[in-house]
């Protein structure tokens, strides 16, 4: 099991699309689900929570929880305006080996730094909502005994794969 840590909005559209995307996974694996937990989170700018989820160590689960955090991520930018990831203000950095932290919009802008979920999540919500489909994928970069590393980036409608992580500054995987 791996826990997932979300930043989120606190507004009842982003908790219910990671409220449909958990109870999805529920069904799929029922006796592999941890429990969910929310935590204070005075670190963050305010509406912002932190929610964590004990993610059955499963490649669905996985992209259907990319899939939920690319629909919040949506919903945010049809809100508020954010700049383009690559406008300057946000590098790549991996999260804390301790902790994966899936953060959403307003969380990766806030911070101005995130690991290639949170780049490839937001990049394709921003083409979304400009009119390009795309979506975040999964790709499998070493599979060792203790686990497998996968990079998340962006599959764009024209056949173009984009790489926001590379592009902010990830050298390559430190994993």
Known sequence: MQPITFELPAAAEPSGILSDAWANI?????GEIGGVTEEAAPD???GLRRVTLGCPARLPAYEL???ALTLIDIWCRQRWAFPSVYAGSIHYREDSPDR???ASTPALHARGWGDCTDLACDRAAEL???GTSSTPFLRLEAARSDRDYFHVMVARDDAWIEDPSK???MLQLGR
């Open 65 to 67: 929880l990319l899939t």
């Open 128 to 130: 979304i909502v400009g």
């Open 167 to 169: 592009a902010l500054g």
């Open 26 to 30: 529920a069904r799929w694996y029922p």
């Open 44 to 46: 963050l700018p305010d």
């Open 100 to 102: 994966e932290v899936w």
